[in-house]
């Protein structure tokens, strides 16, 4: 036989704070850019990943896809507890 949970430990679940989803910080986002463009380049034998501009854009896309991953996981939650 299965035992079921107190409502005391249910109601406290409901009380905890929500969490909230944050992309990483620009300079962060920049710096994996830069390391990633770094190792292309060298694997790659291609100067074109070394230009500041396509680490720019890897940089911007990377920032990009952090902020809607973010937005989705937090509507996520936020859609999860509404349906309980």
């Known amino acids: ?19 909230e989803y944050i992309p990483p910080k620009s300079d962060a986002i920049q710096s994996l850019a830069h390391s990633a463009c770094e190792t292309l380049a060298e694997k790659n034998d291609a100067p074109i990943f ?9 940089a911007q896309f990377l920032e990009l896809a952090a902020r809607v991953q973010a937005a989705y996981l937090n509507d996520a939650e936020h859609i999860d507890k509404d349906s309980q």
């Open 1 to 19: 036989m299965k035992k079921q949970r107190s409502s005391k430990v249910n109601s406290s679940i409901k009380h905890l704070p929500k969490k």
């Open 50 to 58: 070394k230009e500041s501009q396509t680490i720019r854009w890897l």
